[in-house]
């Protein structure tokens, strides 16, 4: 079965880093968009930032954009999420997700995603 396996999430404090990492097993998703999405609990999962199939395009949630960074591994089978100046409205599960597609707008809706990870905590302290 196709596996998505993130890790990097942890306890950090208001103004650090994090950097998220997302594995792909059993499969390549070399030709697919990858996205990252979190769960605040009470919220509904939402879009943080996706990146198409080349690494050339990448798109991102108003509320992160500046902050975070996106990217792809050189055999695109990895991708990561840079997060600065964490705020605690940032804490949430984070969820890796590989698209049906490779690319384009429609990456910042759930339904365009068709493998999931497990999801890591991410706990910002004020």
């Known amino acids: 079965q196709v596996q998505l396996v993130e890790s990097g999430g942890g306890l950090v404090q208001a103004g650090d880093s994090l950097r998220l990492s997302c594995a792909a097993s059993?499969?390549?998703?070399?030709?697919?968009?990858m996205g990252w999405f979190r769960q605040a609990p009470g919220k509904e999962r939402e879009f943080v930032a996706a990146i198409n199939w080349s690494g050339t395009t990448t798109y991102y949630a108003d509320s992160v954009k500046g902050r975070f960074t996106i990217s792809r591994g050189n055999a695109k089978n990895t991708v990561y999420l840079q997060m600065n100046s964490l705020r605690p409205e940032d804490t949430a599960v984070y969820y890796c997700a590989a698209s049906r597609v490779g690319g384009g707008v429609i990456l910042m809706v759930q339904s365009s995603y068709n493998t999931w990870g497990q999801g890591t905590q991410v706990t910002v302290s004020s």
């Open positions: 059993r499969r390549t998703f070399s030709d697919r968009a």
